[in-house]
């Protein structure tokens, strides 16, 4: 009887205690012509400020757990100096707000939204950031969540002398999740961090769609980056999961995995880039079920990535499958066969698999790579007569990707579709 009164007793204080914090949390209207600064001043941690339409030229320090909240979209303008918002704070929430017009001093670092470090379960919900140099640098601030915003960059600058969309930096938990981001130096750049999630971010007019490094058990999913240098630039990172994202029309890599392990790369699609992957001293991944399609160089694999499992991929149309250099042979498709286009080979017994292995590369293309020059002479007899004695003598042979029995047909029956928005 006495732990039951105990127990209520307890019950009681926690309602009362709930019941206080709730009443001492405000809600405080800011009007336009009225400071958000001096509202700033005036809260209480937890207190809301509700921030009418209007433009407010002001930069904001928020060293205190608020929620910024814009009615109407307000504009918040850092009249071209410094941080336009700077948060010292745990627990500070920024929504529905236009915030523009940082400093152009990179290294100052100037920022449309500066995160401090320790401001941990930052929030930026539903907002839009243009002309800042950078969007949102964010530092050693935990559970962070950038959540649907709209970010464009200075447009007015050359690349090299941008900010980044999101810089991300020494965080833990970060989600990442909805944002679209253009014309910022790379769109989403991060650094020395764990167990992030980016999912569902649309990149493109940008250096990379994501410049990425030192962060390991994450994931990447259902990203789309087009019409830049690159898409995802994956490096020196391990324990990656890598799935159904788009990358189309950049002008070097769809996804480059460089100094990458133990990672998951799948379902993705990379189409009319400069090489679809490039593959640089990786191992230990498993890429599969990818469509790699039209791209210029549909796989560029160097710096001994040979110890991975490469399985059930569609290569189709790619002007030159793959691009490798190496002293021996790279074994692809040893537990589901991957599909190549330009598969000479045939399928007597029905099986769906080819009974003579592709090889992606021979003589010749090892001579091109080595001399361009010869590529004007491509359709000469003289090469063409090369590459036959050379696939018939095994001591001309040069080493390649093999697959022992390729697939017949594509997996992807969709595939086609994908032409659709591969640049002309």
């Given at each position: ?41 005036r ?17 904001l320090?928020?060293?205190k ?76 601030s ?41 014309s ?107 469509l ?80 361009p ?51 002309r």
């Amino acid at each position: 009887m006495l732990r039951c009164r105990l127990a209520l007793a307890l019950a009681l204080a926690c309602a009362q205690l709930l019941a206080a914090s709730l009443a001492e949390a405000a809600v405080l209207p800011v009007r336009a012509g009225e400071s958000i600064a001096a509202a700033i001043g005036r809260a209480h941690a937890g207190d809301t400020l509700r921030i009418e339409a209007g433009t407010y030229r002001e930069n904001l320090l928020i060293e205190k757990p608020l929620t910024l909240q814009g009615v109407g979209h307000p504009v918040i303008s850092g009249q071209g100096k410094g941080d336009t918002i700077r948060v010292h704070a745990a627990d500070v929430n920024l929504k529905d707000l236009i915030i523009r017009d940082s400093g152009s001093d990179l290294t100052a670092q100037n920022a449309g939204i500066y995160v401090l470090p320790g401001s941990h379960r930052f929030q930026l919900a539903d907002c839009t950031l243009v002309a800042n140099l950078f969007g949102v640098w964010l530092e050693r601030s935990d559970d962070a969540r950038l959540l649907r915003n709209i970010v464009t960059g200075r447009r007015d600058l050359q690349s090299a002398q941008r900010g980044n969309g999101f810089q991300i930096y020494d965080t833990t938990g970060v989600q990442v999740i909805g944002n679209q981001i253009s014309s910022t130096r790379d769109g989403i750049y991060v650094d020395v961090s764990r167990q992030a999630l980016f999912r569902e971010n649309r990149i493109h007019h940008v250096r990379y769609g994501t410049h990425y490094m030192n962060t390991n058990h994450s994931t990447w999913e259902d990203n789309e980056v087009y019409l830049s240098r690159a898409g995802l630039a994956l490096m020196e990172v391990r324990n990656l999961v890598v799935r159904r994202n788009l990358a189309w029309g950049n002008t070097d890599h769809g996804i480059m995995l460089r100094t990458i392990q133990d990672s998951l790369i799948e379902n993705n699609v990379v189409v009319g880039n400069d090489r679809g992957f490039f593959i640089y001293d990786a191992e230990y991944n498993i890429v599969r079920d990818n469509l790699v399609l039209n791209n210029r160089t549909g796989v560029h694999l160097s710096a001994g990535s040979s110890n991975n499992q490469i399985d059930g991929n569609d290569f189709i149309g790619n002007q030159e499958q793959v691009r490798f250099v190496a002293a021996k042979d790279v074994e692809w498709g040893r537990s589901k066969a991957n599909y190549w286009s330009n598969y000479s080979g045939w399928d007597q017994d029905g099986d769906g698999k080819g009974d003579v292995p592709y090889e992606a590369n021979d003589l010749v293309d090892r001579l091109n790579w080595q001399y361009p020059m010869l590529k004007l002479l491509a359709a000469s007899p003289s090469l063409r007569t090369l590459r036959f004695v050379a696939r018939q003598f095994p001591l001309l042979r040069a080493p390649s990707v093999i697959d022992r029995h390729p697939r017949m047909q594509p997996y992807n029956q969709n595939w086609k579709k994908w032409n659709e928005i591969t640049p002309r």
